[in-house]
């Protein structure tokens, strides 16, 4: 994929979330919904206000979401999301692995692009751990690998740079 921009709307209310969504969505490629924030988290009203493309989030607490529901609740979430008119979905790598496959599994039978995410909200890893985990996420089968960690230092970026080139002999 190009790079695109994604603008990422979290908030508890859903007519807020859809007004700020629609506000921003000129600015961006994609519009993230963040399914974790909402006080109660539907897909449909997002799916009928959007023209732009829709990436669903449902950001479990153990990786700095707000979701504090079961993961199979989580997982049927996601899972609305990718046949409901859903252009991206986030799975954590660290899901459950039967879980993450689920998922990526439907987004697949859906024409969904799949996006596996790891997150690191202290550090960044040694290069090496950090190629591990990219190779993890290769593994998974879906479309798209991201990561977040927070850079102490432009040796931090540079790793993370480094991927790049990893990245491209894996095609």
């Not at 700095?64 to 990718?82: H, I, P, W």
């Not at 799949?114 to 550090?123: A, L």
Request: proline letters at 3%; a negative charge; one cysteine or more.
């Amino acid at each position: 994929e190009k790079g695109l921009i994604c603008v990422s709307i979290a908030d508890q209310d859903i007519g807020r979330a859809i007004a700020s969504g629609l506000r921003e969505s000129g600015h961006a490629d994609v519009v993230e919904i963040r399914l974790d924030y909402l006080a109660k988290p539907e897909i449909s009203p997002f799916v009928k206000e959007f023209e732009s493309p829709l990436l669903f989030t449902c950001r479990p607490e153990w990786e700095g979401g707000e979701f504090s529901g079961s993961e199979e609740e989580r997982a049927d979430l996601l899972e609305e999301a990718v046949t409901s008119g859903g252009t991206y979905v986030d799975i954590e790598l660290r899901s459950d692995e039967k879980i993450r496959q689920r998922i990526i599994d439907a987004a697949s039978s859906n024409k969904v692009k799949s996006i596996v995410s790891w997150h690191d909200f202290k550090t960044t890893p040694s290069a090496q751990a950090l190629e591990s985990i990219f190779q993890e996420q290769y593994r998974t089968g879906a479309d798209i690998g991201k990561m977040v960690t927070m850079a102490q230092g432009y040796q931090d970026v540079l790793r993370v740079f480094d991927l790049q080139v990893l990245a491209a002999e894996m095609g």
